[in-house]
């Protein structure tokens, strides 16, 4: 992990309110951060960590996956550009350790706050509480949607609906099978049987490692189906 002390422009459009401080309390703050970067397929965070910093990501995208103990693997979410992770937020407040683990996807770029200086900045600035749980608000909502999601939709739906987003430009999404069970919180055997079946009726063709979408108005009517 490389640091860089100098604060960046990019700042100013991300986080206005750290990169233009209007109190003595909000400039320590700001001056108490560090940008960071982190090569790809690099573990940011593991469950079980202690939490050190508050971080706040410039550039890139950190997936964040819990693990249960058969093994099996869901992505609760993913932080991107602009971006705070709920769970570093979450044991920050409660003196805690990480529930999941965090995996950078691409070269990532964040800024890291000491977790004194965060502890210290919701004690003295309201400006940096209504930041952190504004941040904090949106996040949980994401999470909120997806346990509804797994909860109350079928398989086939979400998985329908994760094609679409996913296979946009050429239609065509790399992948594997367990991966796309990790994504939606499944099994991988019960992806392949799903999977056979959408081949079956004509909506995708697979080959190793690849899916291309060959009927995008089935899924797409599959997906925005009712739960039955």
Known sequence: ????????????????????????ADARIAGAIQEISLPADTIAFRQGDNCTNYLLVIEG?????ARGES??????YRVQRGGSCILTTSCLLSHGHYPAE??????????????ATFHQGL??????????????????AEVIALVENISFGQLKQRLARFLINH??????????????ATELGSAREVISRQ????????????????????????LEQLASSRPV
Not at 3 to 21: A, C, D, I, R, T
Not at 61 to 65: A, D, M, N, R
Request: charged share 20%; hydrophobic share 35%; net charge positive.
């Open 1 to 24: 992990m490389q640091e860089k002390p100098q604060h960046s422009g990019e700042w100013s459009n991300l986080f206005p309110y750290l990169s233009q401080p209007e109190t003595k």
């Open 61 to 65: 995208s950190i997936k964040v996956l």
């Open 71 to 76: 093994g099996r693997e869901i992505v609760l």
């Open 102 to 115: 965090g995996i950078t996807e691409t070269p990532v770029r964040a800024l890291a706050m000491p977790a």
């Open 123 to 140: 004690a003295e600035s309201g400006a940096f509480r209504q930041f952190v749980f504004n941040t904090y608000g949106q996040r949980l």
């Open 167 to 180: 296979c946009r430009d050429a239609g065509t999404l790399k992948t594997t099978h367990h991966n796309l």
């Open 195 to 218: 999977l056979k079946e959408f081949e079956r009726h004509g909506w995708i063709t697979q080959h190793r490692g690849q899916i291309t979408v060959q009927d995008r108005a089935q």
